[in-house]
């Protein structure tokens, strides 16, 4: 599975973006997808994952009432609307997929990753 992030930017505080991922390969290996951010000095963190159903996606406690993350599995697609940005989620964005159902918001239980994308929130 190929994994390959976009939609990162520049923008300010009260912002909105929406970032992308596509993935190519073999689609049962994708069955939860997720969001992971890592800024500057400090450890890569789980955002928002879902299953490949799509019900009962899960966020972290920073981010819940402002991303939605959702998926398209006809087109290997997944998103993340990331609404009211403040500067504190100013960091990298990596895209990640396990090929098992059950949900995880550990990192080390993601086998494909994406290359990542910069999201840059100036106050």
């Known amino acids: 599975v190929q994994l390959q992030a976009s939609g990162g930017g520049l923008v300010q505080a009260g912002g909105s973006l929406r970032l992308s991922c596509a993935a190519s390969?073999?689609?049962?290996?994708?069955?939860?997808m997720g969001w992971f951010r890592q800024a500057p000095g400090k450890e890569r963190e789980f955002v928002a994952a879902?299953?490949?159903?799509?019900?009962?996606?899960h966020y972290a406690d920073s981010v819940k009432g402002r991303f939605a993350i959702s998926r398209d599995n006809a087109k290997n697609a997944l998103y993340l609307q990331m609404n009211s940005l403040k500067p504190e989620d100013t960091a990298v964005y990596y895209c990640?997929?396990?090929?098992?159902?059950?949900?995880?918001?550990?990192?080390?239980?993601?086998?494909?990753w994406g290359q990542g994308t910069q999201v840059t929130v100036s106050s």
């Open positions: 990640a997929a396990r090929p098992y159902e059950s949900m995880s918001t550990n990192e080390k239980y993601y086998q494909y």
């Open positions: 390969g073999i689609t049962s290996s994708n069955n939860v």
């Open positions: 879902i299953r490949r159903g799509g019900s009962v996606p």
